[in-house]
């Protein structure tokens, strides 16, 4: 056993001593060369420029100045039992309707006969009258510049001068008129201050009751129409009070 450990140390030595000695020969003989790899890395430098992007909100307090266009509404007093009659103001026309009822007294507008019907409009502007005949027999409507107080001749013309003619013209008045169940429109433009009749110009009508009277007056600001309980007697107008 002894001379196997011996054996064994031997060997040892005999392999150290040669791994040496290949060491030394080896390292007197050959210089290695060493490659150097440089590995470069080319390091991205992404300088990040955070751009602070500030939004300034610019709050424009803008004062809205509301122009409060307040549309003032005149109050206009109007005498008792009188009521408005449908209007343009922009234009300044008055709408004047007038229905020749089957119902009552042969000859009416509107129920009313000898001047019982008033009709009160602002001078200068322009009055449209609307003329629907509902009876069996023509009528028309006319705007007679009176210089008599009532109608008081079968033709119309010999107590005014006809300014306006609805449902009949210069020539036929007296005896053409809105046929049963037509209409008829006409326009007077600027109608002067004074004082009118709306009346029927077939032979004998106006004579018989069938007109109204048509104020125009500087004092008047809204249109408006007023039934009398009497017949009108006279062409008399001191300038209206309402208005």
Same mark, same amino acid.
């Given at each position: 056993?002894?001379?196997?450990?011996?054996?064994?140390?031997?060997?040892i030595?005999?392999?150290v001593?040669?791994? +040496?000695?290949?060491?030394?020969?080896?390292?007197?003989?050959?210089?290695?060369?060493?490659?150097?790899?440089?590995?470069?890395?080319?390091?991205?430098?992404?300088?990040?420029?955070?751009?602070?992007?500030?939004?300034?909100?610019?709050?424009?307090?803008?004062t809205?100045?509301?122009?409060?266009?307040?549309s003032?509404?005149?109050?206009?007093?109007?005498?008792?039992?009188?009521?408005?009659?449908?209007?343009?103001?922009?234009?300044?026309?008055?709408?004047?309707?007038?229905?020749?009822?089957?119902?009552?007294?042969?000859?009416?507008?509107?129920?009313?006969?000898?001047?019982?019907?008033?009709?009160?409009?602002?001078a200068?502007?322009?009055?449209?009258?609307?003329?629907?005949n509902?009876?069996?027999?023509p009528?028309? +409507?006319?705007?007679?510049?009176?210089?008599?107080?009532?109608?008081?001749? +079968?033709?119309?013309a010999?107590?005014?001068?006809?300014?306006?003619?609805?449902?009949?013209?210069?020539?036929?008045?007296?005896n053409?008129?809105?046929?049963?169940?037509?209409?008829a429109?006409?326009?007077?433009?600027?109608?002067?201050a004074?004082?009118?009749?709306?009346?029927?110009?077939?032979?004998?009508?106006?004579?018989?009751?069938?007109?109204?009277d048509?104020? +125009?007056?500087?004092?008047v600001t809204?249109?408006?129409a007023?039934?009398?309980?009497?017949?009108s007697?006279?062409?008399?107008?001191?300038?209206p009070?309402?208005g």
């Amino acid at each position: 056993m002894n001379t196997t450990i011996i054996i064994a140390a031997v060997v040892i030595i005999i392999v150290v001593i040669g791994l +040496a000695s290949y060491f030394l020969f080896f390292h007197h003989t050959t210089s290695p060369s060493i490659t150097s790899v440089t590995t470069s890395y080319m390091t991205s430098s992404s300088t990040t420029t955070t751009t602070s992007s500030t939004t300034s909100t610019s709050t424009t307090s803008t004062t809205s100045t509301s122009t409060s266009s307040t549309s003032t509404t005149s109050t206009v007093s109007l005498p008792p039992g009188a009521y408005k009659l449908p209007y343009n103001p922009n234009n300044k026309t008055v709408f004047i309707y007038l229905v020749v009822s089957a119902v009552g007294y042969q000859f009416n507008y509107n129920g009313t006969s000898y001047g019982q019907l008033k009709i009160y409009v602002p001078a200068g502007w322009n009055v449209m009258v609307i003329l629907t005949n509902e009876q069996s027999i023509p009528h028309n +409507a006319n705007i007679v510049l009176n210089n008599t107080p009532t109608p008081n001749n +079968a033709n119309i013309a010999q107590d005014g001068k006809i300014l306006l003619y609805v449902g009949d013209s210069p020539s036929n008045y007296m005896n053409n008129g809105v046929p049963p169940q037509g209409t008829a429109v006409g326009i007077l433009d600027n109608i002067s201050a004074g004082y009118y009749w709306i009346a029927c110009g077939i032979y004998g009508h106006a004579e018989s009751g069938m007109w109204v009277d048509l104020i +125009a007056s500087n004092s008047v600001t809204v249109p408006y129409a007023i039934i009398s309980s009497s017949s009108s007697t006279s062409s008399s107008t001191s300038s209206p009070a309402w208005g």
